[in-house]
């Protein structure tokens, strides 16, 4: 359970308000340093949701920034690619503001959004063969003769071993997976007889929760994954924003260990 279910909105302000202005804060603390994020730089407010997800959900993020708005701690200012916030004592914001526009409209592009979508999956479809699981379709929303018709919905893919079939969704994005998919796609696994098998850049623990009674888990990768070339615009992602992205070249044992071991629990039962 996060702290934004237990803590109080007034708290999880004045844990924002101290982002604000503390430098030591520690929002600041983990990773390399971040040269373009500082107590007078503007942030977009997914940027500040992700900033803080370890610790609250994204909704309650996003309703502490509107409320600290609305007291006038905080000014808005609204682009066609983002909402920005930033302290109101700051002062000749606009090219900050712009910078990070560019950059937004950088990683927003159809044909890179597209690539990293398209570059997970394929990383966690080499994950899965090397791993001794059989893909049986992708992009499906059919299982041994049975077709999911309530929605338009499909899979990522369709997996097999030990006799155990998984219904795979990749999520390779910054905001979590939307509710009206996420339960669409549990309840076609269970139509289809499918154990349900997310790969989420992240998901709150709402959502975990809600896997647990159709046997299925979430796999959480917590970085946005960039093909190898996109170097230069994850250090600048990074550098000026903070945001979570690097380039990966194959996944990472620990996620391949983590699918086993959730694997093995599922053969076990």
């Not at 959900?57 to 000014?75: G, P, Q, Y």
């Not at 394929?122 to 699981?133: A, D, H, I, P, T």
Request: with cysteine.
């Amino acid at each position: 359970m996060l702290d934004g279910e237990v803590l109080t909105n007034e708290e999880v302000k004045k844990d924002i308000r101290s982002f604000f202005k503390n430098p030591n804060h520690w929002a600041y603390q983990y990773g390399s340093p971040t040269p373009g994020c500082s107590l007078r730089s503007p942030y977009h407010k997914i940027q500040i949701e992700m900033l803080f997800e370890d610790k609250y959900f994204h909704w309650v993020t996003n309703r502490a920034i509107d409320e600290l708005v609305s007291e006038r701690f905080l000014k808005l200012k609204k682009k066609d690619v983002a909402h920005f916030v930033y302290r109101s004592d700051i002062r000749y914001i606009k090219r900050e503001i712009n910078r990070r526009c560019k950059i937004i409209e950088r990683y927003s592009d159809p044909v890179i959004t597209r690539a990293i979508g398209e570059y997970a999956e394929l990383l966690f479809s080499f994950m899965f063969q090397l791993n001794g699981f059989k893909i049986i379709g992708e992009n499906t929303n059919e299982y041994r003769g049975l077709r999911w018709e309530k929605t338009k919905h499909d899979l990522d893919f369709v997996v097999e071993k030990d006799f155990i079939a998984y219904g795979v969704e990749v999520k390779n994005t910054l905001s979590y997976m939307e509710e009206d998919e996420f339960e669409a796609k549990v309840e076609m696994c269970k139509f289809l007889g499918l154990t349900p098998l997310w790969i989420l850049r992240n998901a709150p623990a709402t959502q975990f929760e809600r896997m647990k009674p159709y046997n299925g888990f979430i796999l959480k990768f917590k970085t946005q994954i960039y093909p190898l070339g996109q170097e230069p615009l994850v250090r600048d992602i990074w550098e000026k924003m903070r945001i979570p992205a690097s380039v990966w070249k194959k996944v990472p044992e620990k996620l391949e260990y983590l699918l086993l071991k959730q694997h093995e629990k599922r053969i076990s039962r």
